[in-house]
């Protein structure tokens, strides 16, 4: 059983342009979440997500960001017009109910 | 709103000392309770979780960590480390979502 992938593991982008990272969750998951690490900083909680529906956004930032889990397909996380203090380390976690969750590698975003 | 607090940033030690990590939180509910482990250029692990039963929890790798409700603490120990557990942890709250503390880094020498 494939653990969750994300990609891509790396992602560069100049300031204006649009990030796109993917997460695709473990077999069996349909609840994913997005999580945010700054540097220096632990994880920030941004958006939960079950199949076609967001649950929970109390994280994210109120402009240029959104998520979709559809119903084929990865989630996507897309952040529009990027700035510099975008630049993070944006993780995925998928989990079968509301218990443990299994963490992705990780996008790796530079806005330069 | 629940939140975490771990109370060392970096922490430098010998191979075979004692490792013990401080982590405090924040939440009037039942908690369930997370210690992951990221190693250098890999994913989050999980170590250890606690939701009820034994306050004392046996994690991988030789880790424990002891739930004491009075004290809000969750600290994470190993009795004797290795320089392979050089890495970042993180302790965390779990309310469907996962509230994350600031994470320790540890560096074991050899």
């Known amino acids: 059983n494939a653990g969750v992938m994300q990609n891509p593991r790396h992602l560069v982008r100049r300031r204006g342009q649009e990030a796109r990272l993917r997460c695709s969750p473990m077999?069996?998951?349909?609840?994913v979440y997005w999580y945010r690490q700054l540097p220096e900083e632990g994880l920030k909680f941004m958006v939960y997500l079950q199949k076609e529906n967001i649950i929970d956004e109390s994280g994210m930032p109120k402009e240029r960001f959104s998520a979709e889990f559809p119903k084929e397909g990865p989630s996507i996380l897309r952040i529009q017009q990027v700035v510099r203090g975008d630049s993070a380390a944006y993780f995925c976690?998928?989990?079968?109910?509301?218990?443990?969750?299994?963490f992705g590698p990780g996008t790796r975003l530079t806005v330069t | 709103a629940q939140s975490v607090s771990q109370h060392n940033h970096h922490v430098i030690l010998s191979e075979a000392a004692s490792l013990e990590l401080g982590c405090n939180y924040s939440?009037?509910?039942?908690?369930?309770l997370f210690w992951y482990v990221q190693y250098p250029g890999q994913h989050l692990q999980l170590l250890l979780k606690y939701f009820s039963g034994d306050p004392l929890v046996k994690g991988i790798k030789g880790f424990e960590a002891e739930f004491i409700k009075s004290k809000f603490s969750f600290n994470l120990r190993k009795p004797s480390v290795q320089w392979s557990d050089t890495a970042e942890y993180f302790c965390a709250v779990h309310d469907y979502k996962l509230s994350f503390g600031a994470g320790t880094t540890v560096t074991v020498r050899a």
């Open positions: 976690a998928s989990s079968p109910s509301k218990d443990e969750q299994y």
């Open positions: 939440y009037g509910g039942t908690v369930n």
């Open positions: 077999k069996g998951h349909s609840h």
